[in-house]
């Protein structure tokens, strides 16, 4: 018998990911041009190339933490789950949501403890940034490919 699924949820929580994504665009190019504003454009670049190189150091992790909680809440709108299973999940997005809680933490740690120079501060606060949002840019991905795929 073929598993039913109910993406109400998770088609929700695409279209929030989509507004935390424009939020976090705006907060960067407004970070950015407050920080253009303080340094000559040359520290400017050479910030943005920090966070450039960064980001695609940290991109694949990103992408894998995005594809398994994407891959856990399709699973988790299927119909026939059991008792157990629903635990599992539960325990697994507990664990994820605590990960990416300590990733904030640590970001915002990080960045109160740098250095006061604004373009170290910038490019901490960037790669944060850039890194949740490509985590949302992916989660929706992987989620509506999925969403695609069971339906």
């Not at 340094?39 to 694949?60: A, D, E, G």
């Not at 599992?88 to 006061?116: E, M, N, Y």
């Not at 501060?121 to 992916?138: H, K, M, N, R």
Request: charged residues 15%; glycine residues 4%.
């Amino acid at each position: 018998m073929a598993q039913v699924f109910d993406f109400t949820r998770l088609r929700r929580l695409t279209i929030i990911h989509v507004f935390v994504q424009a939020f976090l665009l705006i907060l960067l190019v407004g970070t950015s041009s407050v920080l253009l504003g303080k340094v000559p454009s040359q520290v400017f670049m050479n910030s943005v190339i920090r966070v450039v190189v960064l980001q695609l150091i940290l991109f694949y992790p990103v992408y894998k933490l995005a594809a398994s909680d994407a891959e856990r809440e399709v699973a988790s709108a299927s119909t026939g789950l059991t008792a157990d299973e629903m635990q599992a999940l539960r325990r697994k997005r507990v664990f994820s949501d605590i990960l990416k809680g300590a990733l904030i933490i640590f970001f915002f740690t990080f960045i109160l403890r740098a250095p006061g120079a604004p373009q170290i501060q910038f490019s901490i606060l960037a790669v944060f940034l850039l890194s949740y949002l490509a985590y949302f840019q992916c989660f929706n991905s992987v989620a509506k490919r999925l969403m695609r795929a069971k339906s």
